[in-house]
């Protein structure tokens, strides 16, 4: 069982529509990460979101937590073709080991 | 940012022999450093924590005598693909913790043949 159960897993959009992906746990976390990778490459960080209700923005990305910190969304706006990725939630519930969401593949045609 | 460099990037190896896995912190020190396995269009998988100066920490479901952790130095961990077999490849990633973020090597592709 995941701790962070993260959806859809696979997204296909046209360039120009907007998407959410969706990470959400049972338990409480003091934060949530968002990481996209790219094919043979490793995450890199978009977003660590801290505070219950809190809403971050990256350019066309928006980030939000929930209020009792154990869900989080990430929302992009009229996509591009270079939002194309895995994109991974993760959180560190015990032991500064981070847990990640099973990963939503991106796909933005255009 | 923090920086972690993860070499080789890609590596083809025959069955039954061994490849070393090196990620580095090249510009602050980890005691701690995590090794993952991901397989294509997957999560990342947490194999272990390396430790510097003591023992690895694996979880559960790893052989730890099969994928070997020597985190000899605060800079260093290798990871150690032992008796290699074409079911060991995968994608393999390092990362280490700075300023409560954690950053990732580039990933090393295992093929074995």
């Known amino acids: 069982t995941q701790l962070l159960e993260q959806s859809p897993q696979f997204l296909s959009i046209q360039e120009g529509e907007n998407l959410t992906v969706y990470c959400n746990s049972s338990?409480?976390?003091?934060?949530l990460q968002w990481y996209r990778q790219e094919p043979g490459e490793g995450p890199v960080l978009l977003v660590t979101?801290?505070?219950?209700?809190e809403v971050k923005k990256l350019k066309r990305l928006t980030f939000q937590f929930g209020d009792a910190r154990k869900d989080s969304s990430l929302h992009i706006t009229a996509a591009q073709p270079g939002d194309t990725g895995l994109y991974l939630c993760?959180?560190?519930?015990?032991?500064?080991?981070?847990?990640f969401g099973a990963g939503t593949t991106v796909t933005v045609r255009a | 940012g923090a920086v972690v460099s993860q070499h080789p990037s890609r590596v083809i190896c025959k069955s039954g022999t061994s490849v070393k896995i090196e990620c580095r912190s090249l510009?602050?020190?980890?005691?701690?450093m995590f090794w993952y396995r991901q397989f294509p269009k997957q999560s990342l998988m947490l194999m272990a924590t390396?430790?510097?100066?003591?023992?690895?920490?694996?979880e559960q479901g790893v052989e730890k005598d099969k994928f070997l952790i020597n985190h000899a130095s605060l800079t260093l961990s290798t990871l150690t693909v032992t008796s290699a077999h074409p079911e060991d490849s995968s994608f393999y990633i390092c990362?280490?913790?700075?300023?409560?973020?954690?950053?990732f090597g580039q990933g090393t592709r295992l093929t074995v043949v």
């Open positions: 979101v801290v505070t219950g209700g």
């Open positions: 338990s409480v976390f003091s934060s």
């Open positions: 993760a959180g560190e519930p015990y032991d500064y080991k981070l847990s």
């Open positions: 990362s280490a913790h700075f300023g409560g973020e954690a950053f």
């Open positions: 390396s430790n510097e100066g003591s023992k690895a920490t694996y």
């Open positions: 510009d602050f020190q980890a005691t701690t």
